[in-house]
């Protein structure tokens, strides 16, 4: 089964930074597209940054372009995402998610809208930022 465990959303002040981490368990890992996603209250779910395992390069949502980096340790089977200089708009829940038998251009594509591509996702972590 394939389980996706997400960690480090916490409140925190505008300007700070945070680290969120996805640990995967029964997925191959490469050739996975892998993406964040959030959400807030009242807003459509969007998404966040995503990279295809083995692919080029990522996506960004231009909202968090310059600020956000997503990375993966591929021996850890694991994706994080960097958060810098966090603004309020930028609180919501942060979902990962991932799906396979796809392309990086598909990966690229797919993580555009709300992830209804994405088959599999985790349960979320609350990220809360203040002015």
């Known amino acids: 089964q394939i389980h996706l465990v997400e960690s480090g959303g916490a409140s925190v002040q505008a300007g700070h930074s945070l680290r969120l981490t996805c640990e995967t368990s029964?997925?191959?890992?490469?050739?996975?597209?892998m993406g964040w996603f959030r959400q807030s209250p009242g807003k459509e779910r969007e998404g966040v940054a995503a990279?295809?395992?083995?692919?080029?390069?990522?996506y960004y949502a231009d909202s968090v372009k310059g600020r956000f980096t997503i990375s993966q340790d591929k021996a850890k089977k694991t994706i994080y995402l960097q958060m810098t200089n966090l603004k309020p708009e930028d609180s919501g829940m942060y979902y990962c998610?991932?799906?396979?038998?796809?392309?990086?251009?598909?990966?690229?594509?797919?993580?555009?809208?709300?992830?209804?591509?994405?088959?599999?996702w985790g349960q979320g972590t609350q990220v809360n930022v203040s002015s």
């Open positions: 998610a991932t799906y396979f038998n796809t392309w990086w251009d598909e990966c690229m594509s797919s993580a555009q809208g709300s992830g209804g591509a994405f088959r599999f």
């Open positions: 029964g997925v191959i890992f490469m050739g996975n597209c």
């Open positions: 990279l295809y395992v083995g692919g080029n390069s990522p």
